[in-house]
């Protein structure tokens, strides 16, 4: 499941920040998310267990889903390592 961040010139360019893409249950699946002028806070402590516990990431659903994507990127893992 590959996340990137979309081009300029690609579909959602100016409305969202990330596209994934992959496969779930033998269907390939694009999920685009984030919001272009927001800045992700996940360094901050207070915000990113605000963020996990109001979005439900104990238990984040499919990976088709962009609640899914999001919550990873709200982890404790540095983003460049889930961005390609």
Not at 20 to 27: D, E, P
Not at 33 to 45: A, N, S
Request: one cysteine or more.
């Amino acid at each position: 499941m590959p996340v990137r961040r979309i081009q300029k010139g690609e579909p959602g360019h100016g409305r969202k920040k990330f596209v994934a893409t992959g496969t779930y249950k033998g269907k390939p699946y694009t999920v685009r998310f984030g919001d272009p002028d927001m800045e992700i806070r996940r360094d901050d402590p207070k915000a990113r267990k605000n963020f996990r516990s109001r979005h439900g990431c104990d238990d984040p659903g499919p990976p088709n889903k962009a609640r899914y994507h999001s919550c990873k990127m709200w982890s404790k893992k540095p983003v460049s390592k889930l961005v390609k």
